[in-house]
């Protein structure tokens, strides 16, 4: 009986070489393949055939392709990071009626449909007619903070800056420090500390191009929850650990010193599994035994109006354990080694990319050899890759957290190693 090969791994006294090395082997075996849209946008994900058709992850996300179009400016893949943020423009300026209608009053913000869209149709950017969690501070604080670092690249022209200027409006006018929104999740719209975060870091990154004043409450507001996702009174509001707020780490440095340690204490000791670590305790999507509880054009279906009845198919303990996470958790202890130097931190920083390296699907798997699932999720007792594979948001943080332990390891770049500010 063959044996099936050991996963790719990394020795905690690894060098540079034993890096460059794993991340060609990847590469060569098209881990880090990004299939783009005829205009540059990324699907979801990039799965094929089966019940893949199904899920709506051929769709463009606004969310997603901020942060995959970032990692590609962080590795130098500029053009392509340009052409993704140039079409996210285009789609915002086609639409923009949506921020206008809302900042004037002419309709109102509580039904989610006349909210900017951040789902959508990416060959032809158009709206997408079914009902979709769009209140999303997080979507949009993450395009106005990838467009404005993107400005000397893209070089907007009058319109596009006008559209820029009306989306930071638009979150200061729904007052996105108290706004209920669906975030990162998109699921019951609450005030949480994610989406205010990102909407924060976005603003920060527009007065910056702008030197437009913006008010502090975003600020006031993070420090109000953190470490905190969210915390009204009612229990679906009321959440304590959320690996959503990785995000104010990396990419966004909203959060930094003792809070960002504080978040990754949290979640590597609250919602870490064997198989990845957890959105948050009690998350549903993707229960055990998913797909034989939920039909195929069901399961990623929007719940953000009916959790509940999704909640009660979750068997406790038995979350998905989602493989977007230890990279992010992996690059927060590689930029404390590079400005630490201390041996634990560059110990924890390859043991969470190890990790993420371990959830790479094997060569005989049935998505590929070598592939980022979203997640791992209980099929009979045994973990397994749930349908969302790959997924290229997780790729574009693999090959971050690969790229951060080399520019560490680098003898020319590890000690001076600073990534960008907001």
């Not at 004043?213 to 009204?232: F, M, R, S, V, Y």
């Amino acid at each position: 009986m063959a044996r099936t090969p050991s996963p790719p791994s990394l020795r905690s006294d690894c060098s540079h070489e034993d890096v460059v090395r794993l991340s060609q082997f990847l590469e060569d075996q098209g881990t880090f393949r990004f299939p783009t849209l005829p205009n540059g946008l990324f699907s979801a994900a990039a799965g094929e055939g089966g019940d893949f058709e199904l899920t709506g992850y051929r769709n463009v996300w606004v969310r997603d392709n901020v942060h995959i179009a970032n990692a590609h400016r962080e590795w130098g893949e500029t053009d392509k990071a340009v052409r993704a943020t140039r079409s996210l423009m285009a789609y915002f300026v086609k639409h923009q009626h949506r921020f206008t209608e809302i900042m004037t009053g002419q309709v109102d913000p509580a039904d989610v449909m006349n909210r900017p869209h951040i789902r959508f149709d990416g060959h032809h950017l158009n709206e997408l007619d079914e009902k979709w969690s769009h209140a999303q501070n997080d979507a949009l604080g993450g395009f106005l903070w990838l467009a404005s670092r993107m400005e000397h690249e893209c070089a907007w022209n009058e319109a596009e800056r006008k559209l820029l200027e009306h989306v930071a409006k638009f979150l200061i006018a729904i007052k996105y420090w108290d706004d209920e929104d669906s975030g990162h999740w998109e699921e019951v719209r609450k005030i949480a500390a994610s989406s205010i975060g990102v909407a924060t870091a976005g603003l920060q990154s527009w007065q910056q191009v702008s030197s437009q004043p913006i008010p502090t409450d975003g600020q006031k507001g993070l420090a109000t929850i953190l470490p905190w996702e969210c915390n009204q009174s009612d229990p679906q509001k009321h959440r304590r650990y959320d690996a959503a707020l990785l995000f104010l780490i990396y990419p966004y440095q909203i959060v930094s010193g003792e809070m960002a340690d504080q978040i990754v204490s949290d979640v590597t000791t609250q919602l870490l599994g064997d198989h990845g670590i957890r959105r948050y305790q009690g998350d549903s999507y993707w229960c055990a035994n998913y797909k034989e509880k939920l039909a195929a054009d069901v399961r990623t279906a929007d719940f953000s109006d009916n959790l509940a009845d999704r909640d009660r198919l979750l068997e406790p303990g038995l979350e998905a354990q989602w493989c977007l996470f230890d990279p992010i958790v992996s690059i927060h202890y590689g930029l404390r080694s590079a400005r630490t130097a201390d041996p634990v931190d560059r110990h924890r920083q390859i043991e969470h990319l190890n990790r993420a390296l371990a959830q790479l699907t094997p060569p005989d798997s049935r998505f590929g050899p070598y592939r980022c699932p979203e997640s791992y999720y209980s099929e009979r007792g045994r973990y397994v890759p749930n349908d969302i594979c790959p997924l290229l948001w997780t790729q574009a943080n693999l090959k971050l957290a690969l790229r951060q332990l080399r520019k560490n390891l680098s003898p020319s770049e590890g000690n001076s190693l600073q990534l960008e500010s907001i």
